[in-house]
């Protein structure tokens, strides 16, 4: 059974803070969290979902870029860093913490990042498109980071406003 979390929003603090390292591995407790973010990212439609975003401020992420039709690709990282990028792209982002939102993002094309999975292993995996966009939106947020941080401080404040909008009418 895997349990479905709420998913919290900006500005909750817990996603504008440093998350701290994974330093226990191997447990049920870790390997029923990773399952439970995999259930919540999917119940959210999502390709990605870190684990401040469930209120839990450790460095986990949970990824799966494969498209509907796709077997799915599940990739979980903890204490993730990016070792290496390439290139640049930009596109439409979104993010579960702010939903309703999407803005152009530039991003690195490629990324090559370096993890541990659930029993502590060391690995190196590399992505391109939106493999490589999720890798750094996602280790973003361990870093207390949204991609409204990308923004012009102008497109930023917009959003920013019509959020407080939002929550003034109990909409957020
Ligand atoms: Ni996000």
Partial sequence: MSKIYTIVKFP???????????????????????????????????????????????????????????????????????IATEGEQTGEEGCLSVPGFRAEVTRAMRATVRAQDAEGQWFERSGTELLARAFQHEIDHLNGKLFLSHLSALKRDVIKRKIRKLQKDGEW
């Fill in 12 to 82: 909750e603090p817990v996603l504008l803070a440093p998350a701290a390292e994974v330093t226990v591995f191997g447990t049920d407790k870790l390997r029923q969290l990773i399952e439970d973010m995999f259930a919540t990212m999917y119940a959210a439609r999502g390709v990605g979902l870190a684990a401040p975003q469930i209120g839990i401020a450790r460095r986990i992420t949970v990824i799966d870029c494969a498209l509907d039709e796709q077997p799915p690709e599940r990739l979980v990282l903890i204490n993730p860093e990016i």
